[in-house]
């Protein structure tokens, strides 16, 4: 963006010099910093990221990672997601490995609050072996992680909240309290009690939204932008 400055009052006589300090960031920084995880190659599908300047983690030659994530596999992942920054629009794929966000997680040092729009609760035990999965990540992070001060998972039904085992710091605002109008009010209450001075780190499943807005492999909420 072209800018214009009044220099005058700091000419002095005789020869001046004249310097300028780039940044690389703005104080925009999170939305220029954009990186997308290829796992399944989903994104060659879309538009919206064509003529941007983002960064690719390639990750499509990693096995073991469709929907759960073994141990060889996380270690891969960390491997090659361990110089990049926590702050920023990160693209992790489809649904199915919406586990990185715990992986992505462990990247992150300070104190932070954790807010979820799923329309999953993402807290469900593995149905198998003990590994880390996407319908277990919000789990895992919680149990792996003392940084994370407090979570608040937006957009589950309530049916699925009630078979979720209950966690410490760990708050839901249902399906239904968003459809009745009721849970701006509850997300605002708990983000005011909770969340304090903590910056938030924010995740976002697709499903969230409504099969008017988009299609996935998922089951899908009914939320409309």
Known sequence: TPSEFELTD??????????????????????EDQDFFRFSGIYREEEFWKNRQVSWIELQDVCGTNCYCDEEAIAEINKRTENYPTAGIHFIDSGNYHYMSKLLLGLEKEDLFLAVF????????????PVLSCGSWIRDAAGAYQNIKGICVIGPPEASVRETEAMEHVWFVTQEELDDGSGAAKIKEVFASHAGTFP??????????????????????????
């Open 10 to 31: 700091y000419l002095k006589d005789g020869q001046n010099k004249l310097a300028a300090q780039v940044f690389k960031w703005t104080s925009s920084s999170w939305c």
């Open 118 to 129: 799923d329309h999953h609760t993402d807290m469900q035990p593995p149905a198998l072996l």
């Open 200 to 225: 938030v780190y924010l995740s976002v499943d697709k499903d969230i939204l409504s099969k008017e807005e988009l299609d996935t492999n998922w089951d899908l909420s009914l939320i409309h932008i």
